[in-house]
T-cell receptor, first 113, second 114 residues
Framework: DSGVTQTPKHLITATGQRVTLRCSPRSGDLSVYWYQQSLDQGLQFLIQYYNGEERAKGNILERFSAQQFPDLHSELNLSSLELGDSALYFC????????????FGPGTRLTVT | AQKVTQAQTEISVVEKEDVTLDCVYETRDTTYYLFWYKQPPSGELVFLIRRNSFDEQNEISGRYSWNFQKSTSSFNFTITASQVVDSAVYFCALSELGNEKLTFGTGTRLTIIP
């Protein structure tokens, strides 16, 4: 158990809908990272927050957004969903900084039908 | 741009055999970190090791060992006396100074045959 929690574990929704994925980092970690794992794109970095502020952005679609709240939990919002958004979404956390490893949550499997 | 290549898509070995998973990376930075993660059938990503670019010493942890060679830009992972529980997808990843994101390879699916 990495100490990172993600909810829900599974999500099935229809095209055009909007969903919110939630992540609670390990106790003491200030950085939260979101990654997407799909069959065609592999594991890709989406976005990073550090202590409430956006720190880095990767290949995140404009339809996707995220935020980190004062209690350090984070939410990833996916809107106008398409079939191609079906994937496993991971949240990871670390103390912040390149010298610290990222610990991953169990992931949320999103299926768009 | 940073890139990680895991040329072995799938490997199968019989239990108790040794197996090496290859990882080749590309980066322009002199300071970077390399990682290995394990993804068992249950789906979570489990951290195995982190190595910085200034430490080329090989590392051993039980049946696992890692060989880092800057001259060939490789960070290979060896499992000795493999066990069925080692069956998983293994990912090599890279992060560069000033950019904490992990760039992952495509993974190697390892199957240990009992």
């Amino acid at each position: 158990d990495s100490g990172v929690t993600q909810t829900p574990k599974h999500l099935i929704t229809a095209t055009g809908q909007r969903v919110t994925l939630r992540c609670s980092p390990r106790s003491g970690d200030l950085s939260v990272y979101w990654y997407q794992q799909s069959l065609d794109q592999g594991l890709q970095f989406l976005i990073q927050y550090y202590n409430g502020e956006e720190r880095a952005k990767g290949n995140i679609l404009e339809r996707f957004s995220a935020q980190q709240f004062p209690d350090l939990h984070s939410e990833l919002n996916l809107s106008s969903l398409e079939l191609g958004d079906s994937a496993l979404y991971f949240c990871a956390s670390s103390l912040g900084g390149i010298t610290y490893e990222q610990y991953f949550g169990p992931g949320t499997r999103l299926t768009v039908t | 741009a940073q890139k990680v290549t895991q040329a072995q898509t799938e490997i199968s070995v019989v239990e108790k055999e040794d197996v090496t998973l290859d990882c080749v990376y590309e980066t322009r930075d002199t300071t970077y970190y390399l990682f290995w993660y394990k993804q068992p059938p249950s789906g979570e990503l489990v951290f195995l090791i982190r190595r910085n670019s200034f430490d080329e010493q090989n590392e051993i942890s039980g049946r696992y060992s890692w060989n880092f060679q800057k001259s060939t830009s490789s960070f290979n992972f060896t499992i000795t006396a493999s066990q069925v529980v080692d069956s998983a997808v293994y990912f090599c990843a890279l992060s560069e100074l000033g950019n904490e994101k992990l760039t992952f390879g495509t993974g190697t699916r390892l199957t240990i045959i009992p």
